[in-house]
């Protein structure tokens, strides 16, 4: 007879706080020249200007990286005496430099933070939090069939969901905020601050239906033999 007609449906979740192991600063340098390729990053005066003082900050040459460069012309011809945007990503390892990056950048009247992406281990929490969910799913579980005066049989179904509880805030809002009372013509205090987050809170979510034998039916579960 089949015994796993009967199920019951069971759920568990597990919160882990994630901290961020470094970041990456996403930074534009408007420039005077237009310089193509990695070379911007020495021949370009502003950018060369903003890259040693972030090597003497304690940045590592390496971590700069230049992602691109947009030229600006009225005449519609490449020159060298164009004037440029370069758009930078600066990798922190280290995120006790973050605040001092930071403040070289500001510091420097052609260099504009844009935006920061903090990183963080989420495999590794991840799988911490998938284990939990599943410990407590099983406990539960046991602790169902045992009130029910049933036995778990094995798994019918499973169903895991994660949700990134992290607060997102646009970058863009600096710029909402400084540029709307310019735009409407009103002169007020600029906005200085910037939300920086160093951690992130993440949900595994398992639901997990089980089979159990009948209810209420132990001859089912102990045949006698005639």
């Known amino acids: ?48 200007q903003l890259v040693d003082e972030l090597i003497q900050a304690g940045l590592p040459a390496e971590a700069v990286h230049l992602q691109s460069v947009y030229a600006e012309t009225s005449s519609g ?24 990056l930071l403040g070289v950048v500001n510091s420097q009247k052609n260099s504009t933070f844009e935006r920061v992406d903090w990183k963080y281990p989420e495999e590794t929490v991840h799988e911490a939090a998938l284990e939990k969910a599943l410990q407590k799913a099983n406990d539960k579980a046991q602790k169902v069939a045992a009130s029910l005066g049933v036995k778990l049989l094995g798994i019918a179904s499973f ?6 509880q992290e607060a997102i805030v646009p970058q863009s809002k600096f710029a909402a905020q400084a540029a709307a009372p310019r735009a409407m013509g009103i002169i007020s205090q600029p906005d200085l601050g910037i939300d920086i987050q160093h951690s992130k809170t993440v949900e595994v ?22």
């Not at 979510?205 to 089912?220: L, M, W």
Request: glycine fraction near 4%; proline fraction near 1%.
């Open 77 to 100: 011809a490449m020159l060298r005496s164009s004037s440029a945007t370069y758009w930078l990503r600066l990798r922190c390892e280290k995120l006790e430099l973050f605040a001092e």
């Open 159 to 164: 169903k895991e969901s994660m949700n990134d």
């Open 205 to 226: 979510r398992v639901d997990i239906g089980f089979h159990i034998s009948r209810f209420n039916n132990k001859e089912e579960e102990t045949p006698t033999e005639e």
């Open 1 to 48: 007879m089949d015994k796993s007609t009967d199920t019951i449906l069971i759920s568990a979740t597990q919160r882990e706080e994630i901290q961020a192991t470094h970041a990456d600063l996403y930074i534009s340098v408007k420039g005077s020249s237009l310089v193509s390729g990695d070379a911007a990053l020495k021949k370009a005066k502003e950018v060369s």
